[in-house]
């Protein structure tokens, strides 16, 4: 059994609860651009921008003229990979094996699990409401094949497919449910084919002929097949990373974490020091004896594994515990960590660069990560759009910190090209 979760709202809904504005962004059409062939497209938009008339995959200036208000913001697209990526272990709460299904979506192998929630109308149930809790808008389908689950995720959410229902169901979904590509959906739009049961009757061989050659996303066969179980499909579910972290066990409670931070953080520096990482984002949990867990969260702008840096960064945030009748375990987690080199400090003096590094951190705690930006250089052929600030504590994106252009260039290009 295979359940897919479409998240057709991710992109935007993800952008909305890091800028804190899911009320404002509502009132005025807001769209999320991408870079595209022909200059940026529309990646996402805000259901203020769909009720407007603005469409996904469309050119950004098309739809400022249609939409003068539209107001316009750089996506993250490596970003939401990420965070769907995590979404995806989260998602495991459900079943041993899941991964990513394209940029919007997420697959679970659910055989044998849904027990565990009361049946398979238990289940989707509980990934709704679970994910609608954090704000996302999810469409989910359970059937035995990867390909349909997919296609009822998309085009009829809630459906519970069943085995001995499965051609019958899955043959009056449109032909868009057989995951192809736009240009193989147009030729067959153009041959009067709209249904996946259209498509079912149309003899194997007459296929075969036009796409014997096509990759499998172009290949309405081999999707076909797949979505029927005729062709195999399985699930690369990813092994989630091991987690550094050390746990410090107290024989009593105690009100005051403090004093047993530095064996924390040394313990763990050890274990990031064997591994040859650093902490980017490091998590204090500290477990209260009536059974809540408070948490503490702090971050680095580099990798570091110093032992006396993270518990300082950490120290001045103690006073927003809550003891209640004291904790009894405490946790420290290096949630995110990156590989790290051993470096030697100059001779005769100290690493400048780690004190820098140690000063954003400080800043950065005491002030919020959106306070301390730095500037990085972005890979675009648009001059205004070369540059972006990104937060000094977060990683770069993979398209900033390009190397400067070798040849002379303009610092703007108007909007009206002038002789000179």
């Known amino acids: 059994r295979i359940a897919c979760i479409c998240l057709p709202r991710f992109a935007m809904e993800r952008y909305l609860r890091l800028t804190k504005s899911n009320d404002g ?19 996402a938009v805000s259901r203020a921008a769909e009720v407007a008339g603005v469409q996904v995959g469309a050119r950004v200036v098309d739809m400022q003229a249609l939409c003068p208000t539209l107001l316009v913001v750089d996506a993250d697209v490596d970003g939401d990979l990420q965070a769907l990526g995590r979404l995806a272990f ?4 459900w079943c041993p094996w899941s991964a990513l299904d394209g940029e919007d979506g997420l697959v679970l192998e659910t055989t044998g699990s849904d027990h565990l929630f009361g049946g398979e109308q238990g289940l989707l149930a509980d990934i709704v409401a679970r994910l609608g809790a954090q704000g996302l808008t999810a469409q989910v389908a359970i059937a035995p094949t990867w390909g349909s689950a997919w296609g009822f995720a998309r085009f009829r959410p809630g459906t519970i497919c069943m085995p001995d229902r499965q051609r019958a169901d899955f043959s009056t979904l449109p032909i868009a449910a057989l995951r192809l590509d736009e240009a193989t959906l147009s030729v067959l739009r153009r041959l009067g084919l709209k249904s996946v049961g259209a498509v079912m009757d149309i003899p194997r061989l007459s296929l075969t002929r036009r796409f014997a050659r096509a990759q499998i996303w172009a290949n309405p066969l081999m999707r076909l097949d797949q979505a029927m179980g005729r062709a195999p499909e399985p699930i690369n579910s990813v092994a989630e990373p091991a987690r550094l972290r050390a746990a410090a066990r107290l024989a009593e409670p105690v009100i005051d974490p403090g004093p047993h931070l530095p064996d924390l953080a040394a313990s763990l520096c050890t274990l990031l020091d064997r591994e040859g990482r650093g902490v980017r984002r490091l998590r204090l949990l500290a477990y209260r004896t009536d059974g809540e867990v408070a948490e503490l969260w702090a971050k680095t702008s580099t990798a570091s594994r110093s032992a006396d840096h993270l518990v300082w960064l950490l120290s001045d945030k103690l006073e927003a515990l809550n003891p209640g009748f004291g904790f009894d375990l405490l946790v420290l ?80 290009v108007l909007d009206r090209p002038e002789e000179i």
Do not use: N
């Open 90 to 93: 989260w998602a495991r709460r």
């Open 25 to 43: 962004p509502d009132d005025c059409p807001l769209a999320l651009a991408r870079d595209g062939a022909h200059g940026p497209v529309v990646h």
């Open 333 to 412: 987690e290096a949630v995110v960590s990156e590989p790290i080199q051993t470096d030697q400090t100059q001779l005769g003096g100290q690493d400048t660069q780690a004190e820098v590094s140690a000063l954003i951190d400080r800043l950065s705690a005491r002030l919020g990560a959106r306070a301390v930006t730095r500037p990085v250089l972005r890979e675009s052929h648009i001059p205004e759009r070369a540059e972006a600030w990104v937060a000094a504590i977060a990683p770069p994106p993979d398209d900033v910190d390009a190397p400067p252009p070798t040849a002379p260039r303009p610092a703007r």
